[in-house]
C-alpha cells in the first residue's frame, strides 16, 4: 500500500543531544516536505526537496538540516536539540509533474518535546 | 507577504446540518486552492482541490468554492456527521520563499454534535 511513514511517532530527548527524524514514502514521489506545526498553529514550511541531492530552506527558519540521498528517504536532522525545538513535524510528498496539484500526503508525524 | 485567514478557530454545529467554511487570503493570487482535513496528532488529509478557473468543485457531500475576486474559497460538508468533526486546513500555492510549496491556514476546528 503507497504510503509515508514517520518514526518515531514520540520522541522526548534532552536538550543538547542529536536527534533524528525518519520519513520514508513508497509512492515514488519526487518532491517532500518537512513542515513545523505547534498546537493551534498553521504549518509552516522547513524544508522541502524536488528529488535526489536537491534540498532547500523552507519559509520557517529552522537549525534543522535535511538530506535527500534516496527518493523514498527524506530524513530531518538537529544536531542539538533544544526546548524551542519543541513541536510537531509534520513530512509530506506529492508528484513532481504536478507540484501539488494532486494533493500532497502527509505522515503521522513526530510529536517531539526537548527537555 | 501572503496571508490565509479561515474565519474562526471553531465552528460548532448540529448532526444533519450543514457547515460552511471560510477561507480569505490576500497579497496573492494562486493558481489552485486546496482543503485538507487534520484529526488531533495525525498529519492533514488531502479532501479537495479546485482552480482558480473553477467556480465550484464537488465530491461526495463536499463542495468548495472558488471566488478570485473576492478572494475567498468557501468549504461545506452537507449533512454533516459527528464523524466529520475534525479540523479544516485551506492551503495555496505560494511563491517567494515557498516556491511554489503549499501554505496553510490555520484550520478551523469543526465540531459536529448528534
Known amino acids: 500500500e503507497a504510503d509515508i511513514y514517520q518514526t518515531p511517532r514520540y520522541l522526548v530527548i534532552g536538550t543538547g543531544k542529536k536527534i533524528t527524524l525518519e520519513c520514508s514514502q513508497t509512492?515514488?514521489?519526487?518532491?517532500m516536505y518537512w513542515y513545523q506545526q505547534d498546537p493551534g498553529m498553521e504549518l509552516h514550511l522547513i524544508h522541502y526537496s524536488y528529488g535526489v541531492n536537491s534540498t532547500e530552506k523552507g519559509d520557517l527558519s529552522s537549525e534543522s538540516t535535511v538530506s535527500r540521498i534516496r527518493t523514498e528517504h527524506f530524513p530531518l536532522t538537529l544536531e542539538s536539540a533544544r526546548p524551542s525545538h519543541t513541536s510537531q513535524y509534520l513530512c509530506?510528498?506529492?508528484?513532481?509533474?504536478?507540484?501539488?496539484?494532486?494533493?500532497?500526503?502527509f505522515g503521522s508525524g513526530t510529536r517531539l518535546t526537548v527537555v | 507577504s501572503q496571508k490565509i485567514e479561515q474565519n474562526s478557530e471553531a465552528l460548532n454545529i448540529q448532526e444533519g446540518k450543514t457547515a460552511t467554511l471560510t477561507c480569505n487570503y490576500t497579497?496573492?493570487?494562486?493558481?489552485?486552492l486546496q482543503w485538507y482535513r487534520q484529526d488531533p496528532g495525525r498529519g492533514p488529509v488531502f479532501l479537495l482541490l479546485i482552480r482558480e478557473n473553477e467556480k465550484e468543485k464537488r465530491k461526495e457531500r463536499l463542495k468548495v468554492t472558488f471566488d478570485t475576486t473576492l478572494k475567498q474559497s468557501l468549504f461545506h460538508i452537507t449533512a454533516s456527521q459527528p464523524a466529520d468533526s475534525a479540523t479544516y486546513l485551506c492551503a495555496l500555492d505560494g511563491f517567494g520563499g515557498s516556491q511554489g510549496n503549499l501554505i496553510f491556514g490555520k484550520g478551523t476546528k469543526l465540531s459536529v454534535k448528534p
Open positions: 497579497n496573492y493570487s494562486p493558481a489552485y
Open positions: 509512492m515514488g514521489h519526487d518532491k
Open positions: 509530506a510528498s506529492s508528484e513532481a509533474g504536478t507540484g501539488g496539484l494532486d494533493g500532497y500526503t
